[in-house]
């Protein structure tokens, strides 16, 4: 858990961390109401819907969590957002599992890439342990195959493109190894190019190796992530990339405004013109600026009384689980503001999900864990979307651009 990072347990990481053709959708802003009768007609629905289609969500904290505190994932698990029976539950196949790497490892040679294969094998494992549960997935192919055989789906994602250092060549290794996007940066500027979080601007966009880390990325088949880094860096990579790129968690910054983590309205419609898509992520903090000061200072005061109590780290790890349990901040209509949003702008073809759990501390009502998704179907239905609409969300959108992505490097030399 990316708001767990070490004894001190310093929540204010958690926000310095965490956090098409147009379609049809009703387009309301805000819940609808109706009949006992019509709503329980709505969620039967939507859990057929969330069955019957997949669901991509792509970005869940689950090996970084791993390192905070190890749990069996095979089985309903006590802590975190993520195990198999909930994604069983809330019709989730293919959860990308983020290979985070915490930017304090950047001035540590070898570290960030060390971390990185660690928490590979971890996932790895998963499949080798409960081959009847799990499977790595490496190609879009993968996604329905696991989904016919019952098994859940565990493409990965890498969190900072720390982890490849100076050296193009582990671009090629992390590939081998099933990563399948990248975010360029994470918490501070890195080797690649500047990051939203820091105020630094080392590169004023990309950096010299990072320009030819995204044409090495495009060659590969490697999707590009742009959450967590400035604007300039992004309208760097759109001009440089030949291949469409995600957004991987990212909300919209017009619910935030001056918060830079979330995409403004020009980089959602380059991101879109570019053929990508956002993955709208669904922490609190993503949704409102206010949610976001209330993170803030709800963590500042629950590292306060941490320190007072003298907890040691079980004790403040059990603390923290529950004061995260009891203190949900906003809810689904906030979420699905901000998909109403993007679609508004630039058409449904461009919107997906990538809920960042298990790597935020607060989450909305009705959304605090993977079991959730029939309830964000259900919304995506009172506002009137289509069943196709709400596929191309809930994972066919991102089944596009990564087998675009995979087509432009199979006819790489031929470009």
């Not at 009768?37 to 970084?64: C, M, N, Q």
């Not at 990308?96 to 928490?119: E, T």
């Not at 799990?134 to 900072?160: C, I, Q, Y």
């Not at 995506?380 to 675009?404: F, M």
């Amino acid at each position: 858990m990316k708001w767990l990072t070490g004894p001190l347990y310093l929540f204010l990481i958690g926000a310095i961390t965490g956090a098409c053709s147009n379609g049809s959708t009703g387009g309301s802003t805000g819940s609808s109401t109706g009949s006992s009768t019509g709503s329980s007609e709505i969620e039967s629905r939507a859990r057929e819907l969330a069955e019957r289609f997949i669901i991509v969500d792509t970005h869940i904290d689950v090996p970084y969590r791993m390192t905070v505190r190890t749990e069996d994932i095979s089985e309903r698990a006590s802590y975190g957002d993520f195990d198999f029976p909930r994604a069983r539950e809330g019709g989730l196949n293919a959860p990308f599992m983020s290979i985070y790497v915490p930017s304090v490892l950047q001035k540590r040679p070898g570290a960030s890439f060390q971390l990185a294969d660690s928490l590979i094998d971890l996932v790895e494992g998963y499949e080798a342990g409960h081959p009847d549960k799990f499977a790595v997935a490496r190609w879009p192919s993968d996604l329905t195959r696991h989904k016919k055989r019952g098994v859940v789906s565990l493409p990965m994602g890498m969190e900072n493109g720390s982890a490849i250092e100076d050296d193009l060549t582990n671009l090629q290794y992390f590939f081998d190894r099933g990563i399948r996007y990248i975010t360029l940066a994470h918490a501070l500027d890195n080797q690649i190019c500047d990051a939203a979080y820091d105020t630094t601007r080392t590169w004023g966009g990309l950096s010299p190796f990072g320009f030819d880390a995204i044409h090495e990325m495009n060659r590969l088949g490697i999707m590009v992530d742009i959450s967590h880094i400035t604007d300039d860096a992004f309208f760097d990579v759109i001009e440089t990339s030949v291949a469409p790129v995600i957004a991987s968690h990212s909300s919209m910054r017009s619910f935030t405004p001056g918060w830079e983590r979330n995409m403004s309205d020009e980089v959602l419609s380059s991101l879109a013109e570019n053929g990508g898509v956002v993955m709208i992520a669904f922490g609190s903090a993503f949704l409102k600026s206010e949610y976001l000061e209330k993170g803030d200072a709800l963590q500042e005061e629950l590292q306060k009384y941490i320190d007072e109590k003298g907890f040691g780290e079980d004790e403040a790890f059990d603390y923290l689980n529950e004061q995260r349990r009891l203190n949900a901040t906003g809810t689904i209509v906030d979420l699905v503001d901000h998909i109403d949003h993007a679609v508004e702008r630039v058409g449904v073809d461009h919107v997906g999900l990538g809920s960042d759990y298990d790597g935020v501390f607060l989450l909305p009502e009705g959304l605090r864990d993977v079991s959730t998704y029939p309830n964000l179907i259900a919304e995506l239905l009172r506002r009137g979307y289509s069943e196709s609409d709400i596929e191309k969300i809930l994972g066919a959108n991102l089944i596009r651009v990564w087998s675009e992505v995979e087509e432009i490097a199979r006819n790489w030399d031929t470009m």
